[in-house]
């Protein structure tokens, strides 16, 4: 497996808070992703990254920004949480699209806003 | 635009029977499909994929799935059943190339196992 890890792993906080999701690879993946997960919706994609500075939108980008530094490091900041950003976020690596678009996920970051 | 569907959400089978799972994909081209699994908690992990060639792929802990393309499918099998793949499990396809390697996701389908 590839080597994702995400932290927190849970968070707790209120509304109106910022908030930073990390997530770091060890594989030298050029291509990263942030989804969330809700029942009923399956997997929706945040944001993601193609490369060190390159990012663009998924299909649930509204109040979610993320930078990408490094190309181990993608973060996913919530600038201002509201309660409907409770929910369970997973951070992906992939190398490519076509026949290399298998994506690796981290273990996910449980985040509750009250 | 891409989609897939999973048309069932929740699925019950007894331990030692055999499973399917449906997934039907929207895509104008040859599309590359995958299968995840995920346990209570946890992230996903790669079941299976599906490139070209051979249309009956095997994949991690005895499962195997058939593309057809006249059918737009990729139905997930296993023979029998253990207590242990009762998990959510996702269909995805792959995007077009110009969209940064990006997997479309199904809804998910539950599976639960009785003993």
């Known amino acids: 497996d590839a080597g994702i890890t995400q932290s927190p792993r849970h968070k707790v906080t209120e509304t109106g808070t910022p908030v930073t999701l990390r997530c770091h690879q060890t594989e030298n993946h050029r291509y990263m992703y942030w989804y969330r997960q809700d029942p009923g919706h399956g997997l929706r994609l945040i944001h993601y990254?193609?490369?060190?500075?390159?990012?663009d939108k998924g299909e649930v980008s509204d109040g979610y920004s993320v930078s990408r530094s490094k190309t181990e490091d993608f973060l996913l900041t919530l600038e201002s949480a509201t309660s409907s950003q409770t929910s369970v976020y997973f951070c992906?690596?992939?190398?490519?699209?076509?026949?290399?678009?298998?994506?690796?996920f981290g273990p996910g970051t449980r985040l509750t806003v009250l | 635009a891409q989609s897939v569907t999973q048309p069932d959400i929740h699925i019950t089978v007894s331990e030692g029977a055999s499973l399917e799972l449906r997934c039907n994909y929207s895509y104008g081209a040859t599309p590359y499909l995958f299968w995840y699994v995920q346990s209570p908690g946890q992230g996903l992990q790669l079941l299976l994929k599906?490139?070209?060639?051979?249309?009956l792929v095997q994949g991690i802990k005895g499962f195997e799935a058939e593309f057809k393309r006249s059918q737009s499918s990729f139905n997930l099998r296993k023979p029998s059943v253990h207590w242990s793949d009762a998990a959510e499990y996702f269909c995805a396809v792959g995007a077009d190339y110009n969209q940064g390697g990006k997997l479309i996701f199904g809804q998910g389908t539950e599976l639960s196992v009785k003993p």
């Open positions: 992906a690596t992939g190398m490519g699209f076509g026949g290399m678009a298998e994506q690796f």
């Open positions: 990254s193609y490369g060190v500075k390159d990012t």
């Open positions: 599906y490139f070209s060639g051979d249309t």
